[in-house]
C-alpha cells in the first residue's frame, strides 16, 4: 500500500547502505584448491583449472572473445 516513488525511495537508501558495507558484506572468493581435490587423483583432472564456487549459482561474466570458451559452461552464456 506505498506507492512507487516510497518504494523507490527506500530502495535506493537500502542499496547505498549495501554499498557502504561492501567491504564486510562481500568478499573475493578464495582461488585455493581445496587439498582434497589437489591431492586426489580421482578429482583433481576434473577441477584442475575451476575458479569459483559450486554450488550451482552461474553469474553471467563479460571476458574478452579469446577467453570465452574457459567460462563456457551448461549456461549460453559465459559464467
Given amino acids: 500500500m506505498r506507492s512507487g516513488e516510497t518504494i ?3 530502495f535506493n537508501e537500502v542499496l547505498r547502505a549495501i554499498g557502504e558495507l561492501r567491504r564486510e558484506l562481500i568478499r573475493r ?5 581445496h587439498s582434497r ?8 583432472p576434473y577441477f584442475k583449472d575451476c575458479i569459483g564456487a559450486l ?3 552461474h553469474v553471467h561474466a563479460s571476458v574478452p572473445i579469446e577467453h570465452v ?4 559452461g551448461r549456461k549460453p552464456y559465459p559464467t
Fill in 69 to 72: 570458451a574457459a567460462f563456457r
Fill in 8 to 10: 523507490s525511495q527506500y
Fill in 29 to 33: 572468493p578464495s582461488l585455493n584448491t
Fill in 55 to 57: 554450488d550451482g549459482t
Fill in 37 to 44: 581435490i589437489t591431492s586426489s587423483s580421482r578429482f583433481m
